[in-house]
């Protein structure tokens, strides 16, 4: 009986331990039926897109940054397993609490944004290096970042 029991709970403990486990990952984006969810624009630019991978598995694209955080700030993160954006260096997928950016409104993305994604504060230094000047902004700034359409000055 005693032995039942050890054996069950070691079975319950990998059970669980499973459960916390879960990766969300990005999906490979199709620009012939991918349509961003916010603008309903075709995903032509795959250099700048990103996605919301839920808790469920299911996947959201968008075109920009910002209308990827668009989506964020109007419904939340609860759902949300997971949210990707393209790394402007290396174009993988990096996610969207770890990235660093910089917005300048004469930086082009595909809504006019202005905010590009970086992996690393190295790939910024590099990029404003030879771009010029931006705002360096994290995560958190996104969020109460003024995401209307920039226009370049």
């Not at 995903?43 to 910002?66: E, P, R, T």
């Amino acid at each position: 009986m005693k032995r039942l029991l050890v054996i069950s709970t070691i079975i319950a403990m990998m059970l669980l331990a499973g459960c916390g486990n879960k990766e969300y990952k990005p999906k490979e984006i199709s620009a012939e039926t991918d349509v961003c969810e916010i603008c309903n624009m075709t995903i032509s630019h795959m250099d700048y897109a990103g996605q919301i991978v839920f808790k469920n598995n299911d996947h959201l694209v968008f075109d920009d940054l910002g209308c990827l955080m668009e989506y964020i700030i109007t419904n939340g993160e609860n759902d949300i397993g997971a949210a990707y954006i393209k790394d402007e260096s290396t174009n993988k997928w990096i996610n969207v609490k770890d990235a660093v950016y910089i917005y300048e409104p004469n930086y082009w993305t595909p809504m006019n944004y202005g905010v590009l994604a970086f992996a690393s504060q190295e790939s910024v230094d590099a990029y404003m290096n030879e771009n010029g000047q931006g705002k360096q902004l994290k995560y958190d700034d996104l969020l109460t970042f003024e995401w209307g359409i920039h226009t370049h000055e």
